[in-house]
Nanobody, 129 residues
Framework: QVQVVESGGGLVQAGGSLRLSCAAS????????VGWFRQAPGKEREFVTL????????YYADSVKGRFPISRDNANNTVYLQMNSLNPEDTAVYYC??????????????????????WGQGTQVTVSS
């Protein structure tokens, strides 16, 4: 089991920045991929970004590319999402997700969320105009 806890959400004005944290505990040695998703009111959950734990390779949704760099702190089993140039369309609950299955997952598995076994409870990000 892997426990996932997000933090760092809040209210920010358009153009501002926030940094979200995703702290993992438990069977963290099995972690292979950590991702961020978001869900705005009345909308479906959408993929934001992910990082492969071993090689640090990253992938981004077009909507956040160049604005939301993802990084990891291996020693503390924490992943960060630095959110810059925020706009009201970024308002959502942000979820962190972990794949610790050790199984092969396709890109669509990850972007859809199916490839992740462990999810946090989410942190609210609200961007005012």
């Amino acid at each position: 089991q892997v426990q996932v806890v997000e933090s760092g959400g809040g209210l920010v004005q358009a153009g501002g920045s926030l940094r979200l944290s995703c702290a993992a505990s438990g069977r963290t040695r099995s972690m292979s991929v950590v991702g961020w998703f978001r869900q705005a009111p009345g909308k479906e959950r959408e993929f934001v970004t992910l990082i492969r734990w071993s090689c640090r390779r990253t992938y981004y949704a077009d909507s956040v590319k160049g604005r939301f760099p993802i990084s990891r702190d291996n020693a503390n089993n924490t992943v960060y999402l630095q959110m810059n140039s925020l706009n009201p369309e970024d308002t959502a609950v942000y979820y962190c997700a972990v794949d610790a299955s050790g199984l092969f997952r396709s890109s669509s598995d990850y972007s859809s969320g199916r490839g992740f076994s462990y999810w946090g409870q989410g942190t609210q990000v609200t961007v005012s105009s």
